[in-house]
């Protein structure tokens, strides 16, 4: 089926005659309701113009999944497609009709997976959605990480995100910031010193290893204030490997021939999830 003119090709058939599951079919834009569990609560309308103009040139090349509810047709994934539709000026669209037996729970969790496989999600909306999904539908985190095809780690990551002054949010939300600053930032647990050290940062135009080199001058801890001395940048560079394969902030320390090296857990989750890697790690391939 040519799926390219979508804006021309108008199916003589009306929307509302019987579908069968699994068919390709076009679908008025208007019949479409929105999935209301999806998980992206901001759209970039750059991308959306640009894709936008794709499906200008070139058509809709993948259609969107809807099912059938009541005489209209809910979105299961491919949200962005149709605003980019609509913004191109279409009436009608290709749509994929699946079975109406998508819980609430199962919608939410397609269209996570959906965005999370696009790379686009923000990672505030990724921790809402987990979020959701652990208040709403009880899930724990071992069971979304299974889900999500993600280490527990990493889940518990997002979630801690939530805990940052929704101005913080929101900056990561609309990528003004990077998720290594947010974690820093994070680690101070206070929110006030927080607001105050991202202000900073933001004026100052910080990179991240800037922020954590900031972050250790102003942690009330003295014991992290000793270990932000000036490092070479050997050191720097075995601090960054231990970072990258245990997925949490290490400092080193070194005194003469010794040396202490420092793991910083924000949560029993990240240390359980640290013992785990300890447990599992190849180290004859380090």
């Known amino acids: 089926m040519n799926m390219t003119k979508t804006k021309k090709s108008i199916s003589k058939s009306p929307n509302k005659k019987a579908k069968k599951v699994g068919e390709i079919f076009e679908v008025s834009i208007i019949d479409i309701l929105l999935n209301p569990r999806q998980p992206r609560r901001v759209f970039d309308n750059e991308k959306i113009k640009e894709l936008s103009d794709s499906i200008k040139q070139y058509g809709l090349l993948q259609p969107v999944i809807v099912t059938k509810v009541g005489n209209n047709f809910e979105l299961v994934s491919g949200e962005r497609r149709l605003r980019a539709s609509r913004m191109a000026g279409f009436k009608k669209i290709f749509a994929i009709l699946k079975e109406n037996d998508f819980s609430d729970q199962r919608k939410l969790e397609l269209a996570l997976i959906e965005n999370i496989q696009r790379e686009n999600l923000s990672e505030v909306d990724e921790a809402i959605a987990y979020k959701e999904l652990i208040d709403d539908f009880g899930l724990n985190q071992d069971e979304i990480a299974t889900k999500m095809n993600k280490s527990r780690s990493s889940i518990a990551n997002k979630l801690r995100l939530l805990k940052l002054p929704e101005a913080i949010l929101e900056d990561l939300r609309l990528k003004n910031i990077d998720f ?101 790690y190849d180290y004859f391939n380090i």
């Open 180 to 280: 290594g600053h947010a974690k820093l930032l994070l680690s101070l647990e206070n929110s006030d010193l927080q607001i105050k050290t991202w202000q900073k940062m933001k004026e100052k135009e910080m990179t991240v290893r800037e922020l954590d080199s900031e972050v250790k001058r102003v942690r009330p801890d003295k014991k992290w204030r000793s270990l932000s001395r000036t490092k070479d940048e050997k050191t720097k560079e075995e601090e960054d490997k231990l970072k990258d394969i245990f997925e949490t902030r290490v400092s080193i320390l070194k005194r003469g021939n010794g040396a202490k090296v420092v793991f910083n857990f924000y949560s029993k989750e990240d240390y359980d999830a640290f013992l785990k890697k300890v447990e599992d």
